[in-house]
Nanobody
Framework: VQLQASGGGLVQAGGSLRLSCAASGRSVRTTSNNGMGWFRQAPGKEREFVAA????????NYADSVKGRFTISRDYAKNTVYLQMSSLKPEDTAIYYCAVARSSGSTSSLEGYQHWGQGTQVTVSS
């Protein structure tokens, strides 16, 4: 499975961005029943969980730092997962990665993901 993340950019604090992550490849159908998630990594910091969604979309999971500001969703027909980010803060600046979970749930564990995209840069200016 190949994951292509897009939608990053430079935005002022308080602004919004929508990230997209499109899955493709021969194995994409075998992973359509898997959860998907977004992680981020700021310079000099560990990669951290941001949000996840279960394979049916009935369960979502968010890091405390983004609750109420970010929304994860998925479009099965397009094999795409989205991250709508609002009320952005300078501390949200990072490279954002999407990933396919090993299970159908919405785990926040880094080890719970098996396929990773290349990342998209999000920069929030103050």
């Amino acid at each position: 499975v190949q994951l292509q993340a897009s939608g990053g950019g430079l935005v002022q604090a308080g602004g919004s961005l929508r990230l997209s992550c499109a899955a493709s490849g021969r194995s994409v159908r075998t992973t359509s029943n898997n959860g998907m998630g977004w992680f981020r990594q700021a310079p000099g910091k560990e990669r951290e969980f941001v949000a996840a969604i279960s394979w049916r979309g009935e369960n979502t999971n968010y890091a405390d730092s983004v609750k109420g500001r970010f929304t994860i969703s998925r479009d099965y027909a397009k094999n795409t997962v989205y991250l709508q980010m609002s009320s952005l803060k300078p501390e949200d600046t990072a490279i954002y990665y999407c990933a396919v979970a090993r299970s159908s749930g919405s785990t926040s564990s880094l080890e719970g993901y098996q396929h990773w995209g290349q990342g998209t840069q999000v920069t929030v200016s103050s």
